[in-house]
T-cell receptor, first 111, second 113 residues
Framework: KNEVEQSPQNLTAQEGEFITINCSYS?????LHWLQQHPGGGIVSLFM???GKKKHGRLIATINIQEKHSSLHITASHPRDSAVYIC?????????????FGQGTILTVHP | DARVTQTPRHKVTEMGQEVTMRCQPI?????VFWYRQTMMQGLELLAY????????DSGMPKDRFSAEMPDATLATLKIQPSEPRDSAVYFC???????????FGSGTRLTVV
């Protein structure tokens, strides 16, 4: 079973700051997802990565398959970025698609 | 935007009652997952289907939970009898058959009193 660890668990930032959330996992995967969940809200998929780097607006996600590590960066953070960010790894092989989740990082951005 | 539709959004029920949650997958998404989210355990897989065939339900308490996919437009998760420890948010998620992109439903918040 894949073990997924995120750090930090809680993160507080001032508006405009550059933010990094890290994720490491223990077993090889077919893809890694970064998810966003606002309080009381649903889950939105931000990125799905199997290699390299992806960028969407102020969000950047990177993955290093050899080191089993991924990072999510938020540039010029804004209070609306306040949410829980969840890293999830996707199984490959015959059970492809199943997700194992990290515990989440609670991000609070103050104006 | 295509959405995964879950009903009901909220459900409050008494212990011992039957609860049925429904999910309408996105057209073209051939894999349907049921996940449960609690404060203590976070998100966990309960069961999933591919092309309507059940692939894995090892995450579900078999004595009280059942998951079915009677047709390609409907997946159901049933709890009978419900218990207070089943209180959680239940998410349905679907995966596209070729891009493997994931979409989550809005969830069903279940409270068993």
């Amino acid at each position: 079973k894949n073990e997924v660890e995120q750090s930090p668990q809680n993160l507080t930032a001032q508006e405009g700051e550059f933010i990094t959330i890290n994720c490491s996992y223990s077993v090889g995967i077919s893809a890694l997802h970064w998810l966003q969940q606002h309080p009381g809200g649903g889950i939105v998929s931000l990125f799905m990565l199997s290699s390299g780097k992806k960028k969407h607006g102020r969000l950047i996600a990177t993955i290093n398959i050899q080191e089993k590590h991924s990072s999510l960066h938020i540039t010029a953070s804004h209070p609306r970025d306040s949410a829980v960010y969840i890293c999830a790894v996707q199984d490959g092989g015959t059970s492809y698609g199943k997700l194992t989740f990290g515990q989440g990082t609670i991000l609070t951005v103050h104006p | 935007d295509a959405r995964v539709t879950q009903t009901p959004r909220h459900k409050v029920t008494e212990m011992g009652q039957e609860v049925t949650m429904r999910c309408q997958p996105i057209l073209g998404h051939n894999t349907v997952f049921w996940y449960r989210q609690t404060m203590m355990q976070g998100l966990e897989l309960l069961a999933y289907f591919r092309n309507r065939a059940p692939l894995d339900d090892s995450g579900m308490p078999k004595d009280r939970f059942s998951a079915e996919m009677p047709d390609a437009t409907l997946a159901t998760l049933k709890i009978q009898p419900s218990e207070p420890r089943d209180s959680a948010v239940y998410f349905c998620a679907t995966m596209h058959r070729s891009t493997y992109g994931y979409t989550f439903g809005s969830g069903t918040r279940l409270t068993v009193v």
